[in-house]
């Protein structure tokens, strides 16, 4: 879990205090708040899916006490992922962000922007679930996430995600698959810098494009 002050985290909370529990009430055995903690606070600390959730969860008990009694204990991870899918995610995603922006506001961090596919998901004849996200060094801490469902999408997702962060006067480093011109000036008209890698040099030798302005970028 991040080394975050207990206001930040009350801070997430009252942001995410908005959304609306999809469930039907009389069947609710825990709170939405209870359930929102336990998922951002377990993948903040790590946690690669539900499972590890809840797994991480019960270790931390008397952390998450701190904010909600858990008077019930737990819900099992199928309840956790239930809840998290039937949520407005638009909504969700854009209350997430709009907290991890005024994390960083007004300080230059290192953000490494990186694909990845989620464990457990896919199945039933869909691909698996694939998450470009926004790395924060500084933070430590996933600044945002944008979803595509295969990798060769990140084209298309990496520029979704950096428009919805506060990227002036951070240094933004990505890997191949995000090395194009279009990325590049979208960086730098948002006041940002650039650490690419130049792809079309692999192999031999992979080179670096460093840089804050488009004539250094070199294709």
């Known amino acids: 879990m991040p080394n975050l002050p207990?206001?930040?985290?009350?801070r997430l909370l009252e942001q995410l205090s908005v959304l609306e529990d999809p469930r039907q009430q009389a069947k609710?055995?825990?709170?939405?708040?209870?359930?929102?903690?336990?998922?951002?606070?377990?993948?903040?600390?790590?946690?690669?899916?539900?499972?590890?959730?809840v797994r991480w969860a019960k270790l931390n008990a008397d952390f998450l006490r701190?904010?909600?009694?858990?008077?019930?204990?737990?819900?099992?991870?199928?309840?956790?992922?239930?809840?998290?899918?039937?949520?407005?995610?638009?909504?969700?995603?854009?209350?997430?962000?709009r907290w991890t922006n005024s994390l960083s506001a007004g300080e230059a961090d290192l953000l490494n922007?990186?694909?990845?596919?989620?464990?457990?998901?896919?199945?039933?004849g869909q691909n698996p679930l694939h998450l470009v996200?926004?790395?924060?060094?500084?933070?430590?801490?996933?600044?945002?996430?944008?979803?595509?469902?295969?990798k060769s999408n990140e084209i298309t997702?990496?520029?979704?995600?950096?428009?919805?962060?506060?990227i002036?006067?951070?240094?933004?480093?990505?890997?191949?698959?995000?090395?194009?011109?279009?990325?590049?000036k979208q960086i730098v008209e948002a006041g940002g810098d650039y650490l690419l890698l130049n792809s079309r040099d692999i192999p031999p030798k992979p080179s670096m494009m460093l840089g804050s302005s488009?004539?250094?970028l070199l294709f």
């Open 6 to 10: 207990s206001s930040a985290i009350s």
């Open 28 to 53: 609710v055995l825990y709170p939405l708040p209870e359930i929102l903690l336990l998922g951002l606070a377990g993948s903040l600390a790590g946690a690669d899916d539900v499972v590890e959730m």
């Open 66 to 97: 701190r904010y909600y009694p858990y008077a019930r204990g737990f819900p099992s991870h199928d309840t956790v992922s239930d809840v998290f899918n039937a949520l407005n995610a638009k909504l969700f995603s854009e209350l997430f962000i």
């Open 113 to 124: 922007i990186d694909g990845k596919t989620s464990r457990r998901s896919g199945g039933n």
């Open 133 to 150: 996200s926004a790395w924060a060094n500084q933070q430590n801490l996933v600044l945002g996430q944008e979803a595509t469902d295969q």
């Open 157 to 166: 997702a990496i520029p979704a995600l950096l428009r919805k962060l506060d």
């Open 168 to 184: 002036e006067g951070c240094l933004i480093t990505i890997d191949a698959m995000g090395t194009q011109k279009a990325i590049a």
């Open 214 to 216: 488009l004539t250094e």
